[in-house]
């Protein structure tokens, strides 16, 4: 039940846009994303629910397809800040957890 | 703001020891988890609970026990170590009132088996 992130790794320089996929082969309730910068604990990004929502976040806005049980995360001009492993977690509707991705890998350089 | 507590941050064991990683809440929310996560790796689930005296086994509960008798503290005791179990042990909690709530983490607990 583990969604699959692409790419795995990702390196851009600042100002540079992004995109970071995820995909689940189950129905979806909702996904959410997540950024951790290495020795540090995830901390939450953005959730989004079924129905096809966008949300933003400074620069950094995400879709939900729920036909194709896929999200993105889309990362606009970026900024060195925004390097460290992205992920997302789904949840299916019903359940009382998340299943989370491998991870992405996003290195920002000047 | 304290946030989720976990202790302790470092702990270095022997295999076949126990021991006992702690986690406290101090934001009355009523759902905890408890995930390790492997060098490179995303996060895993062990167990978690819903409510005071509710648990329930995640995705990898093997050689792993929880307990929940107050909202604010989800202990997770290790039993006889083994070097699989090296990772990095990551509190959560989350509210779930209202709709669809974030997960807030711990810091996290480095553990090493030897």
């Known amino acids: 039940q583990q969604p699959v992130q692409s790419p795995q790794a990702v390196i851009l320089r600042e100002g540079e846009d992004a995109v970071i996929n995820c995909s689940s082969s189950?129905?979806?309730?909702?996904v959410h994303w997540y950024r951790q910068k290495h020795g540090e604990a995830p901390v939450f990004l953005m959730i989004l629910l079924k129905g096809g929502e966008q949300k933003g976040h400074e620069k950094i806005s995400a879709s939900f397809n729920e036909k194709k049980q896929q999200s993105s995360l889309y990362l606009t001009a970026s900024q060195l800040s925004y390097s460290g492993t992205y992920f997302c977690?789904?949840?299916?509707?019903?359940?009382?957890?998340?299943?989370f991705g491998t991870g992405t890998r996003l290195t920002v350089i000047p | 703001n304290a946030g989720v507590t976990q202790t302790p941050k470092f702990r270095i064991l022997k295999i076949g020891q126990s021991m006992t990683l702690q986690c406290a809440q101090d934001m009355n929310h009523n759902y905890m988890y408890w995930y390790r996560q492997d060098p490179g790796m995303g996060l895993k689930l062990i167990y978690y609970?819903?409510?005071?005296?509710?648990?329930d086994k995640g995705e990898v509960p093997n050689g792993y026990n929880v307990s929940r008798s107050t909202t604010e503290d989800f202990p997770l005791r290790l039993e006889l170590a083994a070097p699989s179990q090296t990772s990095v042990y990551f509190c959560?909690?989350?509210?779930?009132?209202?709709?669809?709530?974030?997960?807030?983490f711990g810091d996290g607990t480095r553990l090493s088996i030897l």
């Open positions: 189950k129905a979806l309730y909702s």
């Open positions: 609970s819903v409510g005071a005296g509710i648990t």
């Open positions: 977690g789904t949840e299916r509707a019903g359940a009382n957890n998340l299943f």
């Open positions: 959560a909690s989350s509210s779930k009132v209202g709709g669809n709530q974030p997960q807030h």
